[in-house]
């Protein structure tokens, strides 16, 4: 059972544009969010992160929202850009963060020019 | 600091033989954990470590697969008879102690023929 789910496989936005990633989760338990970004060959990489006590988190280009009635998160990304395009994972863990992480299936992002 | 390094990068083995992957994690992270990802899925969660005790094991770790931290430092994770199903990507991450946000290496290609 996917615990962590990101339905969409790819995404397609022009550069400079906003880019929206989405994810649902279904587990009560989950109280920490995370978004990773990943590259061919090489491993995930941390974008930022919420806990459930907050709504949103900003770090430069990249937002986080967090809706705990919806059991839903997305990741924006203001303005996009070329180097933006990878395959992002949306994860959750309980306990503040403390427990193992549950990964989603990725959303492929491409920035076109 | 150079981040989390896992050797070797990638493994080509005939089904049957044992092989062993090791990760060295960041200096000062307590925590090392052990993914799995195999294509359009995300990170897995095999077993996670704090110093050297292993704290939690997924039921997706069967009786082959055996991992340590001998002394709190690198982790190595085997695989004895190997199988095909065990042709993955394999990932180590560390993390601070209580840290939600793991540091990811850059993984051991496995291929089993």
């Known amino acids: 059972d996917q615990q962590v789910k990101q339905n969409s496989p790819s995404l397609s936005v022009q550069e400079g544009r906003i880019s929206i990633l989405n994810c649902d989760y279904t587990?009560?338990?989950?109280?920490?969010f995370l978004w990773y970004k990943k590259y061919p060959a090489e491993g995930p990489t941390f974008l930022i992160s919420?806990?459930?006590?907050?709504d949103k988190n900003e770090d430069g280009r990249f937002t986080v929202f967090l809706n705990k009635s919806a059991k839903h998160l997305s990741l924006h990304i203001v303005p996009s850009q070329p180097g933006d395009s990878a395959v992002y994972f949306c994860?959750?863990?309980?306990?503040?963060?403390?427990?193992?992480?549950?990964f989603g299936k990725g959303t492929r992002l491409h920035i076109l020019p | 600091d150079t981040g989390v390094s896992q050797d070797p990068r990638h493994k080509i083995t005939k089904r049957g033989q044992n092989v062993t992957f090791r990760c060295d994690p960041i200096?000062?992270?307590?925590?090392l954990y052990w993914y799995r990802q195999t294509l359009g899925q995300g990170p897995e969660f095999l077993t996670y470590?704090?110093?050297?005790?292993?704290?939690?094991k997924s039921r997706l770790l069967s009786d082959r697969f055996s991992a340590e931290r001998p002394k709190g430092s690198f982790s190595t994770l085997e695989i004895q008879r190997t199988e095909q199903g065990d042709s993955a990507m394999y990932l180590c991450?560390?993390?601070?102690?209580?840290?939600?946000?793991?540091?990811f290496g850059p993984g051991t290609r496995l291929t089993v023929t």
């Open positions: 991450a560390s993390s601070l102690l209580q840290g939600s946000e793991q540091y």
């Open positions: 587990n009560s338990m989950f109280d920490y």
């Open positions: 919420i806990s459930s006590i907050k």
């Open positions: 994860a959750a863990s309980a306990r503040g963060g403390d427990d193992k992480i549950i």
């Open positions: 200096s000062e992270h307590n925590r």
């Open positions: 470590f704090q110093n050297e005790a292993q704290l939690e």
